[in-house]
């Protein structure tokens, strides 16, 4: 059956209302079951070695005295997956990623691994693996890494997206580029022109739950897999390539997941617990570390980024460019074309041009991180727009009004936008009382603005009426924060029915169609889509019933609150039949009741935001606090606003982190000094204050009830929104992410000199 | 190694296990006794989602060895409701939708259960400062404490 997307406007009963969330009694008992909380007969314990050296060949590993431990039952090395991956790099990167082959790339890359019967005898096992390894020079920072004597990390390596193709090998893996009009022009014409140099430093997702499996391989060439992942489908595809298994008699169950923010998007371990499972012939449990999380755990990129921004003395700009490089660990990847592409798309520009970077270096893979690529390209450009603003002496929201894209804007990323919320944001960041609020001693003020396209993808749900009315849907998206309960409210909206009267579960992978992850903001958007879809099917389908039970015309049957109703007066006062009724009859009438869809959730719709922050800064220490944050986006349509408002202030507080404090810092020999949540410090509940929300609702013209994806954009802003703020508060221009205490300090005594 | 025998109290239940000398009440509770509600997030003191209440205090379980529980008493997440009866606290996190992966949840339920035990009237910086031990990275912390406070409100006997 066709399904119509478009936008509907309604009137709504279970949209917009804030029901407990159905996981809520397990997740507050302690029953909710995550990675690591699951267990089979005969499992096994698995540890991994890790490198120690930030770049290193590998010229033999020793694994027999290993193997003697008591209690081992398997080692791994690379030469138990071997390379299945047929010339893909992307995959190839994977399994480089998952064990070392012939060097390592960066501290803490795994080249060996152990099972035994319990940790004890896989710790001594580890200990007895013998590693020769043949030191190499090693970069770690971006800049450094695209210098003509930077060590090459990989001599096949030579940059694509130049013409000619160069013919010496080089750190710089790809270059992008993207745009309209022309800069050289837009800059000629400009009356004040702003260019600055900046640098982020390198985050974690900082997930609270490290990565865990429970791996299970038969001989019969079927396996399962327990696993915490945002998009099991995808972990059973790549595993399943890396192991030369079916994917289909590969069943990937995902736990409940304790966050992911994109860093379980990625498969880091499950092939080698798999491997070991097949070698030893025996269930494995493989749980990384917190260290391990950190060394070896997909972090965010490390950035370098020059902007360029001109503007006429009435504040309109002429021109803007940028260029960004990204780093991206030790394989080539696409994170600093996601920069090039975000980085202004918020504003209306007739002359823009943008090229990324892409970088290798001796640091673990990237991972998506919430938005990914898009929160530092922000805090560069937000950082220049303010700049600008205040030198040609206007009001740095006015500046933005006056330059924000709207509908029909031509984005500085190709496609032209429809309704969108960037202005609306920004009307609704100058009328909020944080904006005129009286700022304390020390205290300054800074806002941003940020963007994120939002992904929609493949989905397919299916709904389940029980005999008794009742609803089951079987989705196939994880839920991450809180999405059983918003399309919950989704399939109660469209049946008609009570939300009390749906349960939603996330199906495995073995009983339900292909789904792809929850990423890009498309757990609500693109399941919520499906789950209209395969609703309406059902209700088709009890039309239908009642067209039997009735012995009248289907067309004659109609559905509307939740019941089906005769049309007209020539069948009689027929008493209209509720989803219950219908339900009762289901035996007699053609058997169970149930809609599927399976659909591509195209028209996505791109997502806007905008945060204002104070920050108190000490002078004399250079310590800072954030004394209070406000967060502005549009959602389309808010399903369940107090899960909207969690991503709000969960974006926001992560961003916090970020501009302020975290970042991996490495020694000069290359190890990361600091894989730890006591010295990688995230924000704890004192560092932060209540953390206000507005939710815009500016429907999405392609879903059916307007939504777009929440669940990123909110990290977008605040790397730029307290930048500006603490560059306010000090006088100083802040270049450097994280602005941390030192660098504050640093800053203050500079402008002193 | 050969094992210690421990005798303790967990949740009101009279417990005994054997136990590694330097295995941990977490790898205890979590590996020996099927409480699986205290998460292992760190192993290192820093996050909290540990979090149990030995002798009356909060303690990250990944910190205690399971010898040490030898005669103590313990509370964990799994006895923190009455039966079908939730505690004010876990009620009130599902209401202000204070969770949302949830991993952190336990930790957090049993130090704000020891804090309104202590102080039940706390401030917001009181609540916060309280809290600092248990990382949480999803809700930016806002909803957690707006549900310690109406959880500390409603054991109070405050009327809304």
Not at chain 1, 209 to 216: F, T
Not at chain 1, 282 to 306: H, N
């Amino acid at each position: 059956m066709s399904f119509d997307a478009a936008y509907q406007s309604k009137p709504f009963n279970s949209v917009g209302t804030r029901p407990l969330r159905p996981d809520g009694v397990d997740k507050v008992t302690g029953r909710a079951r995550y990675g690591a909380d699951f267990n089979m007969p005969g499992q096994l314990v698995a540890r991994v070695l890790r490198s120690a050296h930030a770049h290193a060949k590998i010229k033999s590993i020793d694994t027999s005295r290993a193997e003697a431990v008591k209690g081992v039952k398997a080692v791994v090395t690379a030469t138990d997956l071997p390379d299945l991956t047929d010339g893909d790099p992307a995959l190839f990167a994977v399994l480089d990623n998952c064990i070392a082959r012939e060097k390592v790339m960066y501290d803490g890359h795994a080249v060996a691994a152990v099972a035994a019967i319990d940790e004890n005898a896989a710790k001594a096992a580890l200990q007895l693996i013998e590693v020769d390894y043949e030191i190499l020079p090693h970069v770690i920072d971006v800049d450094a890494a695209t210098l003509p004597d930077a060590p090459v990390l990989n001599e096949a390596i030579f940059t694509q997206g130049v013409e000619p193709t160069p013919t010496t090998p080089s750190n710089v893996a790809n270059r992008s580029e993207f745009g309209h009009g022309d800069v050289k022009v837009g800059f000629a014409q400009a009356d004040f022109v702003v260019e600055r140099s900046y640098k982020t430093e390198q985050t974690h997702q900082g997930y609270i739950e490290p990565h865990a499996c429970v791996a299970s391989c038969n001989p019969d060439g079927t396996a399962e897999l327990w696993v915490c992942t945002q998009g099991h489908f995808v972990y059973r595809q790549i595993c399943a390539d890396l192991l030369g298994l079916e994917a289909s008699k590969l069943r990937v169950t995902p736990s409940e997941i304790g966050g992911g923010f994109g860093g379980k998007t990625h498969v880091w371990a499950e092939p080698v617990a798999l491997a070991l499972s097949r070698k030893a012939n025996r269930p494995v449990k493989l749980i990384m570390s917190r260290e391990e999380v950190f060394r070896a755990s997909g972090p965010t990129s490390a950035t370098s980024i020059d902007v360029k921004i001109g503007a006429k003395q009435d504040g309109t700009i002429t021109a803007a460019e940028a260029t960004l490089r990204y780093t991206s660990g030790p394989y080539a990847d696409m994170w600093a074309e996601l920069g090039a592409m975000t980085s202004f798309a918020c504003y209306d520009l007739m002359n823009v041009k943008t090229v990324g970077l892409e970088v290798v270096v001796n640091r673990p893979k990237v991972a998506a991180y919430r938005a990914p690529s898009a929160p530092m390209a922000a805090f560069a450009v937000e950082s220049t727009i303010d700049e600008l603003a205040q030198k040609i002496g206007m009001d740095s929201v006015d500046f933005r009004i006056k330059n924000a894209a709207s509908e029909g804007t031509q984005s500085s990323y190709g496609p032209v936008y429809g309704p969108i919320g960037i202005g609306p944001t920004l009307e609704a960041a100058k009328a909020h009382p944080h904006m005129s609020a009286a700022l304390g001693e020390n205290q300054g003020r800074g806002m941003a603005c940020g963007f994120w396209f939002n992904f929609g993808g493949q989905t397919c749900t299916d709904l389940n009426i029980s005999a008794d009315g009742t609803v089951t849907i079987a989705v196939g998206t994880v839920d991450v924060g809180g999405s059983r309960a918003s399309l919950s409210l989704i399939a109660a909206e469209e049946l008609g029915i009570s939300y009390d009267c749906i349960k939603a579960v996330i199906a495995d992978t073995s009983m339900l169609g292909y789904n792809d992850m929850t990423d890009g903001s498309r757990g609500t958007f693109s399941t919520s889509m499906a789950t209209i879809s395969a609703a309406r099917n059902a209700i088709e389908v009890m039309r239908q019933r009642v067209a039997l039970m009735w012995e009248i015309p289907l067309e004659d049957v109609y559905w509307e609150d939740g019941h089906a109703h005769a049309a007209g007066t020539k069948h009689g006062n027929r008493a209209p039949l509720s989803v219950k009724d219908i339900a009762a009859e289901a035996a007699n009438t053609g058997g169970p009741i149930a809609g599927h869809s399976e659909l591509v959730a195209d028209g996505a719709g791109v997502s806007f935001a905008t945060h204002i922050c104070d920050i108190e800064v000490d002078p004399e220490t250079g310590s800072s606090r954030v004394a209070r944050y406000t967060v502005i986006q549009d959602a389309g349509k808010a399903v369940h606003p107090s899960y909207v408002e969690g991503q709000y202030q969960g974006g926001a507080a992560q961003g916090i982190g970020w501009a302020l404090n975290e970042e991996y810092i490495y020694g000069e020999d290359g190890r990361l000094q600091n894989p730890g949540f006591l010295d990688y410090r995230i924000p704890v509940c004192s560092d932060l204050p209540m953390i206000d929300t507005q939710i815009l609702e500016i429907p999405n013209p392609n879903h059916p009830y307007g939504v777009r994806g929440v669940g990123e954009t909110s990290i977008v802003p605040p790397l730029a929104a307290i930048a500006n703020a603490v560059s306010n508060a000090v006088g100083v221009r802040m270049a450097h992410i994280p602005v941390s205490p030192p660098r504050i300090l640093a800053a203050l005594n500079d402008a002193k000199d | 190694m050969s094992s210690i025998a421990v005798s303790t109290t967990i949740n009101d239940d009279d417990v005994e296990f054997l136990c590694q000398p330097n295995e941990t009440l977490l790898d205890v509770l979590r590996n020996r006794l099927g409480l699986m509600g205290a998460k292992e997030g760190c192993g290192t003191g820093d996050c909290g989602a540990c979090s149990t209440i030995m002798d009356g205090r909060v303690v990250c379980s990944c910190l205690v060895l399971g010898a040490e529980a030898q005669g103590r008493t313990i509370e964990t997440i799994e006895g923190m409701a009455k039966g079908s009866e939730l505690h004010p606290l876990q009620r009130k996190f599902i209401e202000h939708a204070a969770l949302q992966c949830g991993i952190c949840t336990p930790g957090f339920l049993m130090a704000a259960k020891a804090l309104l035990e202590v102080n039940p009237d706390p401030t917001e910086s009181q609540i916060r400062f309280w809290l600092a031990g248990n990382l949480c990275r999803c809700t930016g912390y806002d909803k957690i404490v707006r549900a310690v406070q109406d959880a500390a409100a409603e054991l109070r006997g405050d009327t809304p």
